[in-house]
């Protein structure tokens, strides 16, 4: 068990001191090539030699996230519109985590537990957290393994200590998802080892949850197979370097005219999901 424990450790997954840890991500999800009626927008990229990625400022207290709207076809389990009741515990966060974010400043991040990270379909979904008469939103970042409860969110500290005294060690909360306002366009990174023969990209900044990406190949749209760390795969190097379209679980599709492959580099777009 200690070894388990080591691995999703090294992993960047949620650990807690006093969790015996068993669990794991199930496998990542089968993808298809079915495709929905969406609003498409296109833009280009501006240009930048060597972009850098930064984390997401949380809204401030002048800013108060719109609630999601119900009406998402491409919604997981965690659904525009539904409040859950369920525990908060917390550990120490840098932003980084099974998401595969980078670390960052920006310390409201939360560890979705693992029946609702759902193979990384949550990661980069905000949710506004209630208790004690307090409020807070909060970026998924990671993944909280079992014994992490269905429905249980393991925020980082800073974000629990904004809702109750940390010895607490434990809370009731509920919690929506919410489409905040954010400054920040969508970024695009491709994964370390990327080239024209295989490639993983990775949506970033996103203000509604991502439901799928595609790559243009050969005059057509593919859609591509999403990862438990949070990186759509193209195995056969289909579309790397091509244009992409991402879409969000309302249906709402970005198409990003063709970036250059460039691992590790966060490539930004002018490109935002719309709020709802």
Not at 79 to 89: E, S, Y
Not at 121 to 138: D, E, F, M, P, Q
Not at 226 to 245: I, P, Q, T, V
Not at 257 to 273: G, K
Request: glycine share 8%; aromatic share 6%; hydrophobic share 40%.
């Amino acid at each position: 068990m200690v070894v388990a424990a080591s691995a999703l450790a090294i992993a960047g997954v949620a650990l807690r001191g006093n969790a015996d840890v068993t669990g794991r991500a199930v496998a990542a999800a089968i993808a298809t090539t079915t495709t929905t009626s969406t609003t498409t927008t296109t833009a280009t990229p501006p240009p930048s030699s060597t972009p850098q990625s930064t984390p997401s400022a949380p809204p401030t207290s002048a800013e108060q996230p719109v609630a999601a709207a119900a009406g998402a076809p491409l919604a997981g389990k965690i659904k525009p519109g539904v409040t859950r009741n369920a525990p908060a515990t917390f550990y120490t966060s840098d932003g980084g985590g099974a998401c595969s974010y980078d670390p960052g400043p920006d310390p409201l991040t939360v560890a979705m537990n693992w029946s609702d990270y759902e193979d990384s379909k949550a990661c980069g979904a905000y949710v506004l957290v209630r208790a004690n008469g307090k409020s807070i939103t909060v970026r998924v970042t990671n993944l909280c393994p079992a014994p992490c409860r269905v429905g249980q969110l393991d925020l980082s500290r800073e974000a629990f200590a904004r809702l109750a005294d940390p010895q607490q060690g434990e809370i009731p909360v509920t919690w929506t998802l919410v489409s905040p306002p954010l400054q920040k366009k969508i970024s695009v990174r491709y994964k370390t080892g990327s080239s024209q023969y295989w490639c993983g990209i990775q949506v970033i900044d996103h203000r509604n949850p991502v439901a799928r990406l595609e790559v243009q190949a050969g005059g057509q749209w593919k859609e591509l197979r999403r990862m438990e760390y949070n990186y759509f795969l193209s195995e056969n190097g289909a579309g790397c370097g091509g244009a992409l379209a991402v879409t969000d679980i309302y249906g709402e599709r970005l198409v990003v005219n063709a970036l250059q492959v460039l691992p590790d580099v966060a490539q930004p777009t002018s490109l935002q999901f719309a709020a709802r």
